[in-house]
């Protein structure tokens, strides 16, 4: 094992506490919290790369490589910090790099500013140390340098994966309002269904406005063990660049992540929509995945829900919003049926993502549910919420 750095990984602010579980499961490190969106770990390089390979609930892992205070009103403090950042000790002058910025809160600069100014640092930082002016490219670096501002705090993270993560690689059907796989990840794992698959196979997930089938297709991946950087491991990713990466045997490392994949392994998994165009497409993003032999597709309205599924272990579900696809349907009557399901039949938990007019409707149509979790977030470009339901 090779000397600890300080890492940092990245979802959708409200998922904080479902990453730090992942991290400590997947490789035994405690995760703490950093700023909205992020938290922090310590571990050797090794584990950061089956973090790379096998997370499913981040967007980003980072070599984090500095940190500070920065005042709201002066760029200044930013260069500061940044100039403090030993740069060579991660990649060389004969690199390009390219820096990315992300500001949260009040600022008297912008975050393209925020990169000219981090980016300057680096460069300074190798006619100092080499006499060498590394070269920027903005469009395809070999590093990406990732400075993200909340409030008064910056820290300085080197980009390990490249394309975010939740770029799985399996889908050959775009839905228009297509989920986020990290967040399907996150809704699955909030209801308990893949700890009481691990008891009781036969437990069914029931996703029934299924969409593209991000849902139904990340929790047969969950339970099969499969890695999601599967469809990514042949174009490999930009920390196999960075010095303390460099001499670790990386095809033996995922080999042993592949290891622990269980593909016979069937869990019980039904998924429908109302729309046959989707189900068709979700079923060959399944095929796509490889986990078509654990995923029942049916073509249906979530209103008859209750006559159509017997059991219900778990529900995850990303209702229309009915403002994201443009076009507008009365779903109501779907989601009393949804509610009149879960009232009778729901063993475990279920979560949804959603938001816009559709979000209060939801609300109302599962009000005779008890109300375990609301958590606000921001996604898509929409307040949204995620809610957690058992039974009362």
């Given at each position: 094992m090779?000397?600890?750095?300080?890492?940092?990984?990245?979802?959708l602010?409200?998922?904080?506490?479902?990453?730090?579980?992942e991290?400590?499961?997947l490789i035994?490190?405690a995760?703490?919290?950093a700023v909205?969106?992020?938290?922090?770990?310590?571990a050797?390089?090794e584990?950061a790369?089956?973090?790379?390979?096998?997370?499913?609930?981040?967007?980003?892992?980072?070599?984090?490589?500095?940190?500070?205070?920065?005042?709201?009103?002066?760029?200044?403090?930013?260069?500061?910090?940044?100039?403090?950042?030993?740069?060579?000790?991660?990649?060389?002058?004969?690199?390009?790099?390219?820096?990315?910025?992300?500001?949260?809160?009040?600022?008297?600069?912008?975050?393209p500013?925020i990169?000219?100014?981090?980016?300057?640092?680096?460069?300074?930082?190798?006619?100092?140390?080499?006499?060498?002016?590394?070269?920027a490219?903005?469009?395809?670096?070999?590093?990406?340098?990732?400075?993200?501002?909340?409030?008064?705090?910056?820290?300085?993270?080197?980009?390990?994966?490249?394309?975010?993560?939740?770029?799985?690689?399996?889908?050959?059907?775009?839905h228009?309002?297509s989920?986020?796989p990290?967040?399907?990840?996150?809704?699955?794992?909030?209801?308990?269904?893949?700890?009481?698959?691990?008891?009781?196979?036969?437990?069914?997930?029931v996703?029934?406005?299924?969409?593209?089938?991000?849902?139904p297709?990340?929790a047969?991946?969950?339970?099969?063990?499969?890695?999601?950087?599967t469809?990514?491991?042949?174009?490999g990713?930009?920390?196999?660049?960075?010095?303390?990466?460099?001499?670790l045997?990386?095809?033996?490392?995922?080999?042993?992540?592949?290891a622990?994949a269980?593909?016979?392994?069937?869990?019980?998994?039904f998924?429908?929509?109302?729309?046959?165009?989707?189900?068709a497409?979700?079923?060959?993003?399944a095929?796509?995945?490889?986990?078509?032999?654990?995923?029942?597709f049916?073509?249906?309205?979530?209103?008859?829900l209750?006559?159509?599924v017997?059991?219900i272990g778990?529900?995850s579900?990303?209702?229309?919003?009915?403002?994201?696809?443009?076009r507008?349907?009365?779903?109501e009557?779907?989601?009393?049926?949804?509610?009149?399901?879960?009232?009778?039949?729901?063993?475990?938990?279920?979560?949804?993502?959603?938001?816009?007019?559709?979000?209060?409707?939801?609300?109302?149509?599962?009000?005779?549910?008890?109300?375990?979790?609301?958590?606000?977030?921001?996604?898509g470009?929409?307040?949204?919420?995620?809610?957690v339901?058992?039974?009362p």
């Amino acid at each position: 094992m090779g000397r600890r750095h300080e890492f940092l990984a990245v979802t959708l602010p409200g998922l904080e506490d479902v990453m730090r579980e992942e991290i400590e499961e997947l490789i035994g490190e405690a995760a703490r919290p950093a700023v909205p969106g992020k938290v922090r770990f310590s571990a050797e390089p090794e584990k950061a790369v089956e973090l790379v390979y096998g997370m499913r609930s981040a967007n980003r892992i980072l070599l984090l490589v500095g940190e500070g205070e920065v005042d709201p009103s002066d760029l200044a403090s930013v260069g500061g910090i940044a100039g403090g950042v030993e740069w060579s000790d991660y990649f060389d002058p004969d690199m390009t790099f390219a820096v990315r910025a992300e500001r949260a809160g009040k600022h008297a600069y912008r975050s393209p500013e925020i990169a000219a100014e981090v980016g300057a640092a680096v460069v300074e930082h190798f006619l100092r140390r080499s006499g060498e002016r590394i070269r920027a490219n903005l469009k395809s670096p070999d590093v990406t340098v990732r400075a993200y501002v909340s409030g008064g705090v910056l820290l300085l993270g080197v980009d390990l994966v490249g394309e975010s993560l939740h770029k799985r690689g399996y889908r050959v059907y775009q839905h228009p309002a297509s989920l986020s796989p990290v967040v399907a990840y996150s809704l699955i794992r909030l209801t308990g269904w893949l700890a009481e698959v691990e008891r009781d196979p036969s437990s069914p997930l029931v996703d029934p406005m299924c969409g593209g089938g991000t849902i139904p297709i990340e929790a047969a991946l969950a339970a099969k063990r499969i890695p999601p950087g599967t469809w990514r491991r042949a174009e490999g990713w930009p920390f196999r660049l960075l010095k303390p990466f460099r001499d670790l045997p990386i095809e033996e490392m995922l080999d042993r992540v592949d290891a622990q994949a269980r593909p016979d392994f069937r869990p019980s998994i039904f998924a429908s929509d109302v729309s046959p165009k989707h189900v068709a497409g979700a079923a060959r993003n399944a095929i796509s995945a490889g986990v078509q032999d654990s995923i029942t597709f049916s073509v249906f309205s979530a209103e008859f829900l209750p006559e159509r599924v017997d059991r219900i272990g778990a529900l995850s579900t990303n209702p229309p919003y009915e403002l994201r696809t443009g076009r507008r349907r009365d779903v109501e009557a779907a989601f009393r049926g949804l509610a009149r399901a879960l009232a009778r039949k729901l063993e475990l938990k279920a979560s949804a993502i959603l938001g816009g007019p559709a979000l209060p409707k939801f609300e109302r149509a599962m009000s005779a549910l008890r109300l375990e979790e609301r958590r606000a977030v921001r996604y898509g470009g929409v307040d949204a919420a995620i809610l957690v339901y058992s039974r009362p």
